[in-house]
T-cell receptor
Protein backbone atom coordinates (compact mmCIF):
# COMPACT_ATOMS: atom_id res chain seq x y z
CA UNK A 1 0.00 0.00 0.00
CA UNK A 2 1.13 3.55 -0.73
CA UNK A 3 2.46 5.59 2.18
CA UNK A 4 0.95 8.87 3.26
CA UNK A 5 2.32 12.14 4.62
CA UNK A 6 0.31 14.38 6.94
CA UNK A 7 1.20 17.47 8.97
CA UNK A 8 1.69 16.50 12.63
CA UNK A 9 -0.71 19.08 14.02
CA UNK A 10 -3.25 21.73 13.10
CA UNK A 11 -5.51 24.16 14.91
CA UNK A 12 -8.96 25.25 13.82
CA UNK A 13 -11.38 27.76 15.30
CA UNK A 14 -14.70 26.36 16.43
CA UNK A 15 -17.36 26.78 13.75
CA UNK A 16 -14.86 27.17 10.94
CA UNK A 17 -14.01 24.59 8.33
CA UNK A 18 -11.10 22.30 9.09
CA UNK A 19 -9.07 21.29 6.04
CA UNK A 20 -6.71 18.39 6.67
CA UNK A 21 -4.24 17.62 3.86
CA UNK A 22 -2.68 14.30 2.96
CA UNK A 23 -0.03 13.48 0.38
CA UNK A 24 0.02 10.03 -1.21
CA UNK A 25 2.19 10.53 -4.27
CA UNK A 26 2.85 6.79 -4.79
CA UNK A 27 -0.81 5.79 -4.84
CA UNK A 28 -1.72 3.28 -7.52
CA UNK A 29 -4.86 3.04 -9.59
CA UNK A 30 -6.77 0.55 -7.47
CA UNK A 31 -5.96 2.02 -4.07
CA UNK A 32 -8.58 3.81 -2.00
CA UNK A 33 -8.00 6.79 0.29
CA UNK A 34 -9.51 6.27 3.74
CA UNK A 35 -9.83 8.68 6.62
CA UNK A 36 -10.25 7.71 10.26
CA UNK A 37 -10.00 9.66 13.46
CA UNK A 38 -9.18 8.65 17.00
CA UNK A 39 -10.31 10.57 20.00
CA UNK A 40 -8.17 9.96 23.05
CA UNK A 41 -8.71 6.52 24.60
CA UNK A 42 -11.33 5.50 22.06
CA UNK A 43 -11.29 3.19 19.07
CA UNK A 44 -10.64 4.69 15.62
CA UNK A 45 -13.76 6.04 13.95
CA UNK A 46 -14.28 5.67 10.22
CA UNK A 47 -14.99 8.99 8.52
CA UNK A 48 -14.99 8.65 4.75
CA UNK A 49 -13.21 7.04 1.81
CA UNK A 50 -12.88 7.53 -1.93
CA UNK A 51 -11.16 6.28 -5.06
CA UNK A 52 -11.22 9.02 -7.69
CA UNK A 53 -14.24 11.23 -7.21
CA UNK A 54 -14.90 13.66 -4.40
CA UNK A 55 -17.09 12.22 -1.68
CA UNK A 56 -19.36 13.71 0.95
CA UNK A 57 -21.23 12.22 3.87
CA UNK A 58 -22.81 13.48 7.06
CA UNK A 59 -19.44 13.83 8.75
CA UNK A 60 -17.11 15.28 6.14
CA UNK A 61 -16.09 15.84 2.54
CA UNK A 62 -13.14 14.25 0.79
CA UNK A 63 -11.48 16.08 -2.06
CA UNK A 64 -9.08 14.01 -4.16
CA UNK A 65 -6.88 15.77 -6.72
CA UNK A 66 -7.19 14.75 -10.33
CA UNK A 67 -3.78 13.01 -10.31
CA UNK A 68 -4.81 11.33 -7.00
CA UNK A 69 -1.47 12.20 -5.40
CA UNK A 70 -3.06 14.17 -2.60
CA UNK A 71 -6.37 14.65 -0.85
CA UNK A 72 -8.03 16.93 1.68
CA UNK A 73 -10.51 16.01 4.37
CA UNK A 74 -12.91 18.84 5.11
CA UNK A 75 -14.91 19.13 8.32
CA UNK A 76 -17.31 21.93 7.32
CA UNK A 77 -18.10 23.31 10.78
CA UNK A 78 -15.61 22.09 13.34
CA UNK A 79 -16.76 21.60 16.92
CA UNK A 80 -14.80 20.94 20.09
CA UNK A 81 -15.76 17.26 19.77
CA UNK A 82 -13.82 17.09 16.51
CA UNK A 83 -10.54 17.43 18.42
CA UNK A 84 -8.76 14.16 17.61
CA UNK A 85 -5.93 12.57 15.66
CA UNK A 86 -6.90 12.18 12.01
CA UNK A 87 -5.37 9.40 9.92
CA UNK A 88 -5.17 9.26 6.15
CA UNK A 89 -4.71 5.71 4.89
CA UNK A 90 -4.21 4.41 1.40
CA UNK A 91 -5.38 0.87 0.99
CA UNK A 92 -5.53 -1.47 -1.91
CA UNK A 93 -5.99 -5.10 -2.71
CA UNK A 94 -2.44 -6.08 -1.82
CA UNK A 95 -2.87 -4.79 1.71
CA UNK A 96 -6.31 -6.25 2.16
CA UNK A 97 -6.08 -6.94 5.85
CA UNK A 98 -3.85 -4.47 7.58
CA UNK A 99 -4.69 -0.80 8.01
CA UNK A 100 -1.46 1.17 8.45
CA UNK A 101 -2.13 4.02 10.82
CA UNK A 102 0.82 6.40 10.63
CA UNK A 103 1.32 9.34 12.97
CA UNK A 104 -1.69 11.26 11.64
CA UNK A 105 -2.60 14.91 12.20
CA UNK A 106 -3.56 16.06 15.65
CA UNK A 107 -6.42 18.53 15.11
CA UNK A 108 -7.21 20.86 17.96
CA UNK A 109 -10.44 22.83 17.71
CA UNK A 110 -10.14 26.06 19.63
CA UNK A 111 -13.16 27.75 21.25
CA UNK B 1 -27.32 -0.94 11.75
CA UNK B 2 -24.18 -2.76 12.75
CA UNK B 3 -22.60 -2.45 16.16
CA UNK B 4 -19.45 -3.92 17.64
CA UNK B 5 -18.94 -4.63 21.32
CA UNK B 6 -15.81 -5.31 23.31
CA UNK B 7 -15.38 -6.26 26.93
CA UNK B 8 -14.07 -5.61 29.36
CA UNK B 9 -13.32 -1.92 28.80
CA UNK B 10 -10.34 -1.98 31.14
CA UNK B 11 -8.37 -4.80 32.69
CA UNK B 12 -5.44 -5.02 35.08
CA UNK B 13 -3.77 -8.41 35.22
CA UNK B 14 -0.61 -9.77 36.89
CA UNK B 15 2.25 -11.16 34.83
CA UNK B 16 1.74 -14.83 34.10
CA UNK B 17 -2.04 -14.75 34.41
CA UNK B 18 -4.36 -15.82 31.56
CA UNK B 19 -6.29 -13.45 29.33
CA UNK B 20 -9.57 -13.57 27.49
CA UNK B 21 -10.94 -10.58 25.59
CA UNK B 22 -14.22 -10.86 23.74
CA UNK B 23 -15.59 -9.07 20.72
CA UNK B 24 -19.04 -9.46 19.19
CA UNK B 25 -20.64 -7.87 16.16
CA UNK B 26 -24.35 -7.33 15.63
CA UNK B 27 -26.35 -6.54 12.54
CA UNK B 28 -24.25 -8.32 9.92
CA UNK B 29 -23.34 -11.84 8.90
CA UNK B 30 -20.06 -13.45 7.86
CA UNK B 31 -17.93 -10.39 8.63
CA UNK B 32 -14.16 -10.29 8.50
CA UNK B 33 -12.90 -9.79 12.05
CA UNK B 34 -9.64 -8.28 13.26
CA UNK B 35 -7.65 -7.86 16.47
CA UNK B 36 -5.25 -4.90 16.68
CA UNK B 37 -3.01 -3.68 19.48
CA UNK B 38 -2.01 -0.07 20.03
CA UNK B 39 0.92 0.57 22.35
CA UNK B 40 1.05 3.91 24.12
CA UNK B 41 1.73 6.73 21.65
CA UNK B 42 2.12 4.36 18.73
CA UNK B 43 0.18 3.15 15.72
CA UNK B 44 -2.03 0.11 15.38
CA UNK B 45 -0.49 -3.33 14.94
CA UNK B 46 -2.62 -6.04 13.35
CA UNK B 47 -2.47 -9.21 15.45
CA UNK B 48 -5.04 -11.57 13.93
CA UNK B 49 -7.74 -11.57 11.32
CA UNK B 50 -10.47 -14.03 10.43
CA UNK B 51 -12.57 -14.46 7.30
CA UNK B 52 -14.84 -17.12 8.80
CA UNK B 53 -15.61 -19.45 11.70
CA UNK B 54 -12.49 -21.30 12.77
CA UNK B 55 -10.31 -19.46 10.23
CA UNK B 56 -7.61 -17.43 11.93
CA UNK B 57 -4.55 -15.82 10.42
CA UNK B 58 -1.77 -14.56 12.65
CA UNK B 59 0.21 -11.50 11.63
CA UNK B 60 2.64 -11.37 14.53
CA UNK B 61 4.01 -14.46 16.34
CA UNK B 62 3.69 -14.03 20.09
CA UNK B 63 2.08 -15.52 23.16
CA UNK B 64 -1.40 -14.44 22.10
CA UNK B 65 -3.97 -16.52 20.24
CA UNK B 66 -7.35 -15.87 18.70
CA UNK B 67 -10.43 -17.95 18.12
CA UNK B 68 -13.71 -17.48 16.29
CA UNK B 69 -16.20 -19.94 17.76
CA UNK B 70 -19.22 -18.26 16.19
CA UNK B 71 -19.77 -16.15 13.09
CA UNK B 72 -19.86 -12.84 14.94
CA UNK B 73 -17.66 -13.62 17.94
CA UNK B 74 -13.92 -13.13 18.11
CA UNK B 75 -11.85 -13.94 21.18
CA UNK B 76 -8.28 -12.95 22.02
CA UNK B 77 -6.50 -15.13 24.56
CA UNK B 78 -3.25 -15.73 26.31
CA UNK B 79 -2.17 -18.49 28.68
CA UNK B 80 0.48 -16.37 30.41
CA UNK B 81 0.61 -12.60 30.08
CA UNK B 82 3.87 -10.71 29.71
CA UNK B 83 4.56 -7.11 30.69
CA UNK B 84 4.92 -6.32 26.99
CA UNK B 85 1.31 -7.38 26.40
CA UNK B 86 0.08 -4.14 27.96
CA UNK B 87 -1.73 -1.92 25.51
CA UNK B 88 -5.00 -0.90 23.94
CA UNK B 89 -6.66 -3.83 22.18
CA UNK B 90 -9.06 -3.08 19.39
CA UNK B 91 -11.44 -5.37 17.58
CA UNK B 92 -12.69 -4.41 14.14
CA UNK B 93 -15.02 -5.84 11.53
CA UNK B 94 -15.45 -5.39 7.81
CA UNK B 95 -17.97 -6.74 5.30
CA UNK B 96 -15.23 -8.37 3.21
CA UNK B 97 -14.17 -7.46 -0.31
CA UNK B 98 -11.49 -8.58 -2.74
CA UNK B 99 -11.02 -5.13 -4.21
CA UNK B 100 -9.61 -2.96 -1.43
CA UNK B 101 -12.89 -1.17 -0.70
CA UNK B 102 -13.49 -3.02 2.53
CA UNK B 103 -14.10 -0.54 5.30
CA UNK B 104 -13.06 -1.62 8.77
CA UNK B 105 -15.14 -0.46 11.73
CA UNK B 106 -13.60 -0.47 15.18
CA UNK B 107 -14.93 -1.30 18.60
CA UNK B 108 -14.41 0.82 21.72
CA UNK B 109 -11.30 -1.10 22.76
CA UNK B 110 -9.97 -2.78 25.90
CA UNK B 111 -7.16 -1.16 27.82
CA UNK B 112 -4.98 -3.89 29.30
CA UNK B 113 -2.35 -3.22 31.95
CA UNK B 114 -0.07 -6.07 32.94
CA UNK B 115 1.72 -5.55 36.25
Amino acid sequence: DAKTTQPPSMDCAEGRAANLPCNHSTISGNEYVYWYRQIHSQGPQYIIHGLKNNETNEMASLIITEDRKSSTLILPHATLRDTAVYYCIVRGQTGANNLFFGTGTRLTVIP
Amino acid sequence: SQTIHQWPATLVQPVGSPLSLECTVEGTSNPNLYWYRQAAGRGLQLLFYSVGIGQISSEVPQNLSASRPQDRQFILSSKKLLLSDSGFYLCAWSPGSRFGEDTQYFGPGTRLTVL
